[in-house]
């Protein structure tokens, strides 16, 4: 093989670090974007969040004189003296940060320990030593015991000896979050070690004194038995409680498929009888221990909110959804003066800084583009609803915006629009689009709101199939099959024909 040289000249497309950068504040939802905004203070000292509070107060001054020419200067900038020396940054104002001093100073050193609780609590000082009467006592949430906390102390109050309290306790720990006890008594036996000596009529016990602690139904090894012990707590006189635990024991897989038929047929009851059972089994509860499961809650931040302002819809940014960040002028000041040896580290993380800030900036100034583009095409939505929905395709957006359709995929990814009609994710305004008689076009979007509307006023007992939706959309001009309907109506977690059926 012949060795050479040769000289070539191409073209390809380089991401820079800046846009590297941008590309991956696009894509982020507003809780990763501030994440990400606190992780690069911690590390860049040349970048630092703007507080309302820290702002500088304006001097006493004549109302009658002339506003100076500081005050006449755009809201999007930010005066800072340092050293003698005024010098004015831009800043990206679009959030507000609380102060360390909003929140309540708690003083515990003078609490003794051995003092009355309720005698601790006088010695609490919030806020400022001032002896005003208007102090801010900020409401906390009290947080619910959890599931072992409150069944341990069910358990102190019972005489039992230390070795089936110590079983006992086991078979809490071993408990899911639901309340039930996934492993079975032999398993659980198992587990523990052979010089126990631990005897399966033991466990058995151990779980009977279990399932007798509130919430009643713990304890349970399966759905039915959960049940059963509910209803078994209630008075023998309650009505038609021995066929509720009939149900619930022996014919529980023909509830859960709603053949009213069949139980009516093998209990040898009518409706009445049936329909209050049903009842009665509906009002107990599935999983005991879910009301002391502390769950996360998920707040969503809108970036955009859409108002009417003389008759147009416009799509503005949500200003507590943004940070405000600035340069800080004093490691600037100090860079500006010495611009000999030791400062390149300096300056890069200044570049960085301004990097972040312009980067930002462009962020929201695009998802406000694709926004408003979304408002402009879907005004009748905000007007009249999910029914009034169009159809509407990222390449659509892309195209009127002049930007890359991946662009507008990054942009409407965990982006949250608030509208009159609540708070939607932008990809939530998109849709294909279906065929129509008339020769148009509807949004899958809106047909989906017109199968919720349909389902929702059908007669219970004779609730309609997709097969007859179908039928009705074609007799509105909306040509659907049976199983795009089954679709969508699944998608809308919406129960079939014969799990909605009732007596």
Known sequence: M????????????????????????LQLSTIELNQEVERILLENPLLERVDSNNLPEPAAKNPDAAPSSDEQRNADSYTDVVDGEISTEPVYDSGSDMSSEDHPSTDYAAADAHDNPFDALDKVSYGSNSDGDDEDFSPVAEQPPSLRAHLSAQLALLHLSDRDRQLVLLL??????????????????EMLPPELEVEPEELSIALQHLQHLEPIGI????????????????????????????IVQHHLDALAARDFSRLKRMLKCDDAVLKSAHKLIVSLNPKPGRDYSVEETRFVIADVITRKTKGIWVAELNPDAMPKLKINQLYANILQRNRGGGTQQ???????????????????????????????????????GPVAMRPLVLREIA????????????VTTQKFMHTPRGIYELKYFFGSQVSTDSGGSASSTAIRALIKQLISAENTRTPLSDGHISEVLSQQG?????????????????????????L
């Open 399 to 410: 195209d009127t915006l002049e930007l890359h359709e991946s662009t507008i995929s990054r």
């Open 219 to 246: 304890g349970a090894r399966t759905l039915a038995e959960c049940l059963t012990l509910q209803l078994q707590s209630m008075p023998a006189h309650k009505s038609q409680r021995n066929v509720a635990l009939e």
């Open 172 to 189: 809490i720990d071993s408990l899911d979050d639901g309340g039930y006890l996934p492993l079975s008594l032999e398993e659980v036996a």
């Open 2 to 25: 012949k060795h050479s040289l040769q000289l070539r000249l191409s073209q390809r497309l380089t991401l820079t670090p800046q846009l590297q950068q941008s590309i991956k504040l």
């Open 478 to 502: 909306i040509v659907v099959a049976r199983r795009t309907v089954a679709k969508y109506r699944e998608s809308m977690q919406i129960l079939p024909v014969n799990l909605r059926k009732t």
């Open 346 to 384: 300096i300056s890069s993380q200044l570049q960085e800084a301004r990097w972040l800030i312009k980067n930002v900036h462009q962020r929201f100034e695009t998802i406000q583009r694709v926004s408003q583009a979304i408002v402009d095409r879907q005004r009748n939505f905000l007007e009249h």
